[in-house]
């Protein structure tokens, strides 16, 4: 301390333009030289003066003495020649990075009614001189901000802290590659420690600081937290019955223990459903699980919110009347979510092929029917092709043997050679041939249901064609089960084989063994269960109950194993049986569609040994059928759909057009508009993919916030119509930066020490500066001040001397 008290008197203004200063000697005989010839002469002068002050008193004896050893303790300084060596600060030799965090999570406010940002600029600004003027001394400063992207700092006024994404490690790897072959001092990083980034970051043990020390600057400090904010939310249109939607609503509340949270659905600022869920601990991570049915049809914009609940708040109220409470939160942008339910009328096309008239296809197009949105077209194959004309005598004809005896009109009733079909619920052209043959027929379906199917009733073209119903046009094909199905001598070597998602067992024909001909109950799985179709109830609890309640049903088929990548969603339960835990239902993926397998033809049990009124077995066919239908695709339609779209984010939307014949429309003229919220009709640039076949894109950049329309015309290179689309998306408020705004000192204690700095407070910015190491660069200049140039050593020497001189002429010494 006294040491650097020195060095500022001995420098005087000029100490803050010097660093690494030192003092040495000039003394050309040594410093060891002259200090035996100061020793010996004080010795000397000390045995001449001492017989000569006996006679004084004292004091005066006392300031004599110092007197004298003061003037030659001078002396021997000056003879020495000593000097204060430093550097002077070259500006221009090193810089300094700063940057600053310009991300919307800056706008937290503290306990001080303060924002991190404005607390930034207030600290920065009084503390100017002492921070950033002392470092434009030492270093060529760089200033920087960061969020995103990093861009350059004009000046920090400049900063208005609304980029939407923060990256500190990115930050801190860009701007070293900016500088990259510049000498570097270090880096000042201002930041609350929020790590709120989709890209993949760099960890913090690599190699990422290239020996240059980050100093990181907190802006904020570590008051009590408190914050509800939804985590995440998933949107689900179960295929449970009367479709309700599904909302699994995830929340974290930190610091509000004894607090309860409402969770809410609005529309219109109308509640919909809400539930209240206790906070039990500091840090809380909790799921809810609301459900609701929809009440209009189209496009349906909801909000999900949570609020920390008023006491004597009711989950049964209607409107929205509590705001929520900024006394309670740190942060209100996380509370509340916005999403789009797809409720418009739709109409899915359903094929159910059956080999020969039965209850299992009474019973199932009944239960289907009473859901409008499916329609469905029943092919009942009443009488086999002859494999040979038999002659009969005088009256025999070439109709079909099933209707001898009546008119032989082959063009009604049908040749002998040709199966002969019941159609039901068609219009007067459909299917009249049978099953079809074409794809631009059999395409127009959604589903194809197959009960007691034999692949020999089946041209080879119409099998090729179902095959490609499921792998090209992405349809799904539910084949039912039964006493004579799934033989494997039937199937081996056909297409269908290959498109099973079970292996067949090898019989020979032997019906008994691939069919197990006895009582078995069904129970979901897992995979049954998360999926909604082969659910009862909403409740767990209740739905076990019913499935325990259920009728036992008879005749259950058997499969060698089930394929990898299948998914079993529901087993038989048999006791004292090799057949226990056998599937029941079975679904793959094949291609762009799927195929299932019922594995028994018996389910109209289910509601005739139940009473009349109960529902369960209509139920259960229509969420089944829904499941398989629902993400069949379109002809046109939207290449991957996104929940949402950010407000002001750039982004891609890929369509992908094909044909009725679903071939690829190449070279097609796509027209694409998007109707904002405010009613403004946007059309967009369109263009063709040069990697895929069929998919086209087009950007935009969102505006507004609120649900957006898309509608798009497709034609052909002729001209023709390929089809329309009509879609809706939400575009929401980029609001991540609050996703997690507590402010993390203990992320920027890790980042500053990984890098060979130091973290500080805010308050403490006025020593950064000097922590930040300099060494001189090859130009540096050195400086020399010489102690005998200090006119004050020359003062003191005159100052002791002449009081020597006076006091000893005053007493008559000598």
């Known amino acids: 301390m006294m040491n650097n008290h020195f060095k500022e008197w001995m420098a005087g203004s000029r100490i803050d333009e010097l660093v690494d200063t030192h003092f040495i000697v000039n003394a050309p005989l040594g410093i060891f030289t002259y200090l035996m010839v100061v020793v010996v002469g004080g010795l000397l002068l000390f045995l001449y003066y001492r017989p000569r002050l006996t006679g004084l008193k004292p004091a005066m004896r006392v300031w004599l003495m110092v007197s004298r050893a003061a003037i030659f303790g001078i002396l021997f300084l000056l003879l020495l020649d000593v000097c204060l060596v430093g550097y002077r600060i070259e500006p221009g030799d090193r810089y300094?990075?700063?940057?600053?965090?310009?991300?919307?999570?800056?706008?937290?406010?503290?306990?001080?009614?303060?924002?991190?940002?404005?607390?930034?600029?207030?600290?920065?600004?009084?503390?100017?001189?002492?921070?950033?003027?002392?470092?434009?001394?030492?270093?060529?400063?760089?200033?920087?901000?960061?969020?995103?992207?990093?861009?350059?700092?004009?000046?920090?006024?400049?900063?208005?802290f609304s980029q939407t994404e923060t990256d500190l490690i990115h930050a801190v790897r860009e701007s070293l590659q900016e500088f990259e072959g510049i000498d570097l001092a270090g880096i000042v990083l201002f930041s609350d420690g929020i790590q709120q980034t989709t890209r993949l970051s760099l960890s913090l043990d690599s190699d990422l600081f290239n020996n240059v020390p980050t100093f990181v600057v907190g802006t904020d400090n570590e008051s009590n937290w408190q914050d509800l904010r939804i985590h995440r939310i998933g949107v689900k249109r179960s295929h449970f019955d009367r479709s309700p939607v599904l909302l699994d609503v995830e929340l974290q509340a930190d610091g509000l223990k004894g607090e309860s949270a409402m969770i809410e659905v609005i529309e219109q600022n109308k509640i919909v459903v809400s539930k209240m869920r206790e906070i039990t601990e500091d840090a809380q991570l909790s799921q809810v699980r609301l459900e609701f049915v929809p009440e209009k049809s189209g496009w349906i914009d909801y909000e999900v919110r949570v609020r920390v609940a008023e006491p004597g708040s009711d989950t049964n109220e209607e409107l929205v009347k509590t705001d929520l409470n900024p006394n309670k939160e740190r942060v209100l942008e996380n509370n509340c979510k916005s999403f789009l339910i797809d409720n418009t009328e739709k109409t899915y096309r359903i094929l159910f092929y059956s080999g020969r008239p039965n209850w299992e296809h009474k019973f199932v197009r009944r239960s289907l029917l009473e859901d409008k949105q499916l329609e469905v077209r029943s092919l009942i194959l009443l009488s086999r092709a002859e494999r040979q004309f038999v002659y009969r005598g005088a009256r025999t004809t070439v109709t079909n043997p099933l209707y001898?005896?009546?008119?032989?009109?082959?063009?009604?009733?049908?040749?002998?050679?040709?199966?002969?079909?019941?159609?039901?619920?068609?219009?007067?052209?459909?299917?009249?041939?049978g099953y079809p043959k074409q794809a631009e027929e059999l395409f127009s379906y959604h589903l194809i249901i197959m009960n007691e199917m034999?692949?020999?009733?089946?041209?080879?073209?119409?099998?090729?064609?179902?095959?490609?119903?499921?792998?090209?046009?992405?349809?799904?094909?539910?084949?039912?089960?039964g006493k004579r199905a799934f033989i494997q001598g039937r199937f081996a070597g056909s297409v269908f084989e290959s498109m099973f998602p079970v292996l067949l067992l090898s019989s020979s024909g032997n019906t008994n063994f691939n069919s197990l001909q006895e009582l078995f109950s069904v129970r979901p799985?897992?995979?049954?269960?998360?999926?909604?179709?082969?659910?009862?109830?909403?409740?767990?609890?209740?739905?076990?109950?019913?499935?325990?309640?259920?009728?036992?049903?008879?005749?259950?088929?058997?499969?060698?194993l089930t394929r990898p990548g299948a998914s079993v969603w529901a087993r038989a339960r048999i006791d004292d049986s090799d057949g226990d835990d056998a599937p029941v239902f079975i679904l793959q993926r094949y291609g762009n569609g799927k195929c299932a397998i019922l594995a028994t033809g018996e389910t109209w049990q289910w509601q005739m040994q139940r009473e009349t009124e109960d529902n369960a077995h209509e139920r259960l066919w229509r969420q089944m059928v829904r499941s398989l239908v629902a993400d069949v695709p379109a002809p046109i339609m939207?290449?991957?759909?996104?929940?949402?779209?950010?407000?002001?984010?750039?982004?891609?939307?890929?369509?992908?057009?094909?044909?009725?014949?679903?071939?690829?429309?190449?070279?097609?003229?796509?027209?694409?508009?998007?109707?904002?919220?405010?009613?403004?009709?946007?059309?967009?640039?369109?263009?063709?993919?040069?990697?895929?076949?069929?998919?086209?894109?087009?950007?935009?950049?969102?505006?507004?916030?609120?649900?957006?329309?898309?509608?798009?015309?497709?034609?052909?290179?002729?001209?023709?119509?390929?089809?329309?689309?009509?879609?809706?998306?939400?575009?929401?408020?980029?609001?991540?930066?609050?996703?997690?705004?507590?402010?993390?000192?203990?992320?920027?204690?890790?980042?500053?020490?990984?890098?060979?700095?130091?973290?500080?407070?805010?308050?403490?910015?006025?020593?950064?500066?000097?922590?930040?190491?300099?060494?001189?660069?090859?130009?540096?200049?050195?400086?020399?001040?010489?102690?005998?140039?200090?006119?004050?050593?020359?003062?003191?020497?005159?100052i002791f001397m002449t009081s020597e001189w006076y006091l000893r002429r005053r007493r008559g010494l000598p």
């Open 454 to 481: 034999e692949p020999q009733d089946f041209t080879t073209g119409q099998l090729e064609l179902t095959r490609d119903f499921v792998d090209k046009r992405g349809g799904a094909l539910l084949l039912l089960g």
């Open 638 to 798: 939207l290449r991957e759909r996104k929940d949402e779209y950010r407000l002001d984010a750039r982004d891609t939307i890929n369509l992908y057009i094909r044909d009725r014949f679903f071939d690829e429309g190449e070279g097609a003229r796509v027209d694409v508009t998007i109707t904002t919220p405010s009613g403004q009709r946007l059309p967009l640039d369109v263009e063709e993919s040069i990697q895929e076949i069929g998919v086209f894109a087009a950007e935009w950049n969102p505006a507004e916030v609120g649900m957006h329309q898309l509608t798009m015309q497709a034609m052909d290179a002729e001209g023709n119509e390929l089809g329309s689309l009509e879609e809706a998306f939400m575009v929401n408020p980029d609001h991540r930066e609050f996703d997690n705004a507590r402010y993390d000192p203990a992320f920027l204690r890790e980042l500053a020490e990984k890098s060979g700095g130091k973290f500080f407070s805010l308050s403490q910015l006025a020593d950064v500066a000097d922590q930040i190491p300099f060494s001189p660069g090859r130009e540096s200049e050195v400086v020399r001040l010489q102690i005998w140039h200090n006119p004050a050593f020359l003062i003191l020497l005159f």
């Open 525 to 560: 799985t897992v995979e049954g269960e998360i999926s909604g179709a082969w659910t009862l109830s909403s409740d767990p609890a209740d739905d076990r109950n019913l499935w325990q309640e259920m009728p036992e049903l008879f005749g259950l088929n058997r499969f060698a």
């Open 96 to 160: 300094v990075i700063l940057l600053f965090d310009d991300s919307k999570s800056m706008r937290v406010f503290g306990d001080d009614g303060r924002s991190r940002g404005e607390r930034l600029l207030d600290v920065y600004e009084n503390s100017k001189s002492a921070f950033e003027e002392r470092l434009q001394k030492k270093f060529k400063l760089a200033r920087y901000r960061f969020g995103e992207s990093l861009e350059i700092l004009e000046a920090i006024t400049k900063l208005d």
């Open 404 to 433: 001898d005896g009546f008119e032989s009109d082959q063009e009604k009733y049908g040749r002998y050679d040709e199966p002969i079909f019941l159609r039901l619920g068609v219009e007067e052209s459909e299917l009249v041939k």
